[in-house]
């Protein structure tokens, strides 16, 4: 079967799963979110007494075996199940969220959640997001897309979110927690963040979700797959 993957890849506050999620609905295609795979591990860690930030990858490494990660669309959106227990809103915690940055830096982590996200995607048409897709995990797909914006807009966007679900969030905390995530996702040995050379470049500063999904599906549309 001829597939089309799409792969969508950004640092973080981009808007990247929100993008994803929504052109998925809009082709029907699958919509997979690789940074609740490495969340889910980073649970399964520290439920087990290894802090991911703390131990060392052989500790973390150890672990992994007995690990099942699976994702389900929704009518509510996508469900992350670990171990076939639903853990979609544990995995947004701050310990996760740290742990998850901290078990990504592990070569041994970055391969299993990159098998199991191709056996995810096999033979469908997909559109997964992450760090590394573009250049790593899905280094063939037929059209793949870097979202970027500045870092006071991703910080003022993920302000609003916070605010909306009723925190309030200091606004240069979030400017340092954002610049201290992208020094992390670029700089680390195994499959850093960086836009695959062949990757269509989106500036989503100035424009709302639904511009950015329209010139998704544009690219989608030219290129054939729908
Ligand atoms: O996108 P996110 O915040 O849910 O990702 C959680 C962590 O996983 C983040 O620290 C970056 C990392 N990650 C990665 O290294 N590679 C991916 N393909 C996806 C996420």
New binding site residues.
């Given amino acids: 079967m001829d597939v089309f993957q799409v792969a969508i890849d950004g640092p973080?506050g981009a808007g990247k799963s929100t993008i994803a999620r929504l052109t998925a609905a809009r082709t029907g295609f699958t919509y997979i979110d690789?940074?609740?795979m490495?969340?889910a591990v980073a649970l399964y860690a520290l439920r087990n007494g290894a802090d991911p930030a703390v131990c060392g990858e052989e500790t973390v490494d150890a672990m992994l075996g007995g690990i099942l990660i699976s994702l389900e669309t929704t009518g509510d959106g996508q469900k992350v199940f670990l171990n076939g227990e639903d853990v979609t809103g544990l995995i947004r915690g701050p310990e996760a969220t740290r742990g998850?940055?901290a078990a990504?830096v592990y070569p041994s982590v970055r391969a299993m959640v990159t098998a199991r996200a191709r056996e995810i995607a096999a033979d469908g048409n997909v559109i997964m997001d992450?760090?590394?897709?573009g250049t790593a995990?899905l280094p063939d797909a037929k059209l793949k897309v870097y979202l970027d914006a500045a870092v006071g807009i991703r910080a003022e966007r993920r302000y609003k979110e916070l605010v909306e679900k009723g925190g309030s969030p200091d606004f240069e905390t979030l400017v340092n927690e954002i610049k201290q995530?992208d020094y992390?996702?670029t700089h680390r040995a195994a499959d850093p963040l960086r836009r695959a050379e062949d990757a269509v470049d989106i500036d989503v500063g100035g424009m709302n979700a639904e511009e950015v999904v329209e010139t998704i599906l544009s690219l989608i549309k030219e290129r054939g797959g729908c």
Wanted: hydrophobic fraction near 30%.
């Fill in positions: 973080v690789t940074g609740a490495y969340r998850s940055s990504a992450g760090r590394d897709i995990v995530r992390n996702d």
